[in-house]
């Protein structure tokens, strides 16, 4: 698993970047809170598996030891039973009646095969013939437990097998003694008359389990501490692994509070932070594409400002100088003076057309304004608004090819307005058409819309210049747009209004080299 890495520009960023990063050891760091809530878990998991298992262990050992003396105490009987039939006179009742008294009658305690045992014997009558030496010193077998062995010798007595815990015993758990007790039969049949019996007893020397299971719970224990301190550390270069994503996301979003827009952070990491980094870099983005909208908006207001403030200036100022030279009496003969007050109307009404685009202009963009649309047949529009220009094409010897079919589908517009596009792109087309020139007009139907295009034979659009044509006072050659008399506005109208119609407007090049208008209207439903 990768970290997110930050992605920049900038060197001194990514030399940054390549630096290990050091993580604070605070309780409330998230890497230190990871790392100790893992080992905590690791250990309390290790501690109850260990404890499960040595308990396991020790319950298995002393169920082995219980079940081991029972089968000891049985196969005991049997050798004596055998070897009873073999040495003791015809009609004996009890143990005792054997030659030479009872050793010769149980040779396994003198063969040592029962020696980690105390071996116990009892004949018919009750009478004990062989025990352990009881007291209270090391390896002698406590009042109590002969009291309780000998009860269960004569239960046995009875034919009844008999297996237990010795109840008294001092030693603790695990150190816990066991008796077996079984009855002896002459003859090997199980209605045989019982001659006697015989127990089995743990020595006193019982901390045999305590060895064994001890040291195996000690091994499973420190097993267990390794697995957990193992654990710990895993616990701490994953927990690592996590943060590190998450520490160069803080980074990276106070880059972006300082004002860097570009940062990005990489995806390669686990899917949830891979989903927090492309979270990220989409806010990053929107946030970097609202910025430089505002910063170009904030420039084109700024153009804005300076542009109107300079298409107002010169009419202000040609109506100043006027109006004082009419105030100050410099102008003395009849004709300058009616000269002064026409050139002071003009640029007054300069103004207010100005003052007028400007606002329609504001307002279509805002949709404050509202458009009569209805069902308009385009073919009339455009021969009526050529039949206007007409005389002004006839002055500059520009020929007008009209292209448009006359059963072309009616378009949902506002007639009105529809005259202004055409008459603004008619007027743009004239003047940048030289002396001799051609304009074409042309239209089709185009899926929903029908496409209307304007097309000359001047100078053309360059193409870096076209994304640009429909800005407020954009000009591509501002001495000579001075020189035509155009404010940069027409066609920033003409876009308003077309896309108020819920249309498009492209700027191109002509089949023949000069610049193409095109727009759309939608089809009359």
Not at 52 to 64: D, Q, R, T
Not at 292 to 302: A, D, I, K, T, V
């Amino acid at each position: 698993m990768n970290g997110v890495n930050t992605m920049s520009d900038m060197n001194d960023t990514k030399q940054e970047q390549k630096r290990p990063r050091r993580f604070p050891l605070s309780t409330s760091s998230l890497w230190v809170q990871m790392a100790v809530g893992s080992a905590l878990i690791a250990l309390a998991a290790v501690l109850v598996v260990s404890l499960a298992a040595s308990l396991s262990i020790g319950i298995s050992f002393e169920h082995y030891r219980r079940t081991q003396l029972v089968n000891e105490v049985h196969q005991l009987a049997s050798l004596i039973e055998q070897r009873a039939s073999e040495l003791l006179p015809s009609g004996a009742t009890s143990l005792s009646d054997g030659p030479k008294g009872t050793l010769q009658l149980i040779p396994p305690a003198k063969s040592g095969r029962f020696q980690q045992e105390n071996l116990w014997a009892m004949d018919a009558t009750g009478a004990l013939l062989m025990a352990p030496r009881t007291g209270t010193q090391s390896g002698e077998v406590s009042p109590s437990d002969a009291t309780e062995i000998i009860s269960a010798l004569r239960t046995a007595l009875q034919g009844q097998s008999n297996d237990g815990a010795l109840s008294h015993s001092a030693v603790p758990w695990l150190s816990q003694r066991y008796y077996a007790t079984a009855p002896v039969r002459l003859g090997s049949a199980a209605n045989a008359p019982i001659i006697g019996a015989v127990a089995l007893s743990s020595l006193p020397r019982a901390d045999l389990g305590v060895v064994f299971v001890s040291g195996t719970s000690t091994a499973i224990l420190f097993s267990g501490l390794l697995a957990a301190l193992l654990a710990a550390l895993g616990a701490m270069f994953f927990a690592r692994r996590l943060i590190r994503p998450l520490d160069h996301l803080t980074a990276a979003t106070a880059r972006m509070t300082s004002g860097d827009y570009s940062v990005r952070v990489d995806v390669s990491a686990p899917d949830e932070l891979r989903r927090l980094a492309n979270t990220f870099n989409e806010m990053a983005a929107t946030l970097e594409r609202d910025v430089s909208e505002l910063h170009r908006l904030e420039q084109l207001r700024r153009e804005l400002v300076a542009n109107v403030s300079h298409e107002l200036a010169t009419p202000l100022t040609a109506i100043q100088g006027y109006t004082e030279a009419l105030a100050d009496g410099v102008i003395h003969d009849p004709a300058g003076r009616e000269e002064s007050t026409r050139m002071i109307a003009r640029e007054a009404a300069r103004l207010r057309r100005l003052v007028d685009q400007l606002r329609q202009v504001a307002l279509f963009e805002a949709g404050a304004e509202r458009l009569d649309c209805a069902p308009l047949a385009l073919p009339p529009v455009i021969a009526d608004t050529l039949e206007v220009l007409a005389p002004a094409l006839e002055r500059k010897q520009v020929a007008i090819e009209n292209s448009v079919p006359e059963h072309l589908p009616a378009v949902n517009a506002d007639s009105d307005r529809l005259i202004e596009i055409l008459l603004n792109l008619f007027d743009n087309a004239l003047r940048h058409t030289p002396e001799g020139g051609r304009i074409s007009v042309s239209a089709q139907p185009d899926r929903a819309f029908v496409r209307v295009s304007i097309a000359d034979t001047g100078e053309g659009i360059a193409p870096e210049e076209r994304e640009h044509i429909f800005d407020r006072f954009y000009r591509l050659d501002a001495s000579r747009s001075a020189e035509t008399g155009g404010s940069g506005l027409g066609l920033a109208i003409v876009r308003a209004l077309v896309e108020a119609h819920g249309g498009t407007i492209q700027a191109g090049e002509a089949p023949d080299g000069g610049a193409e208008f095109s727009f759309t209207l939608p089809l009359a439903k």
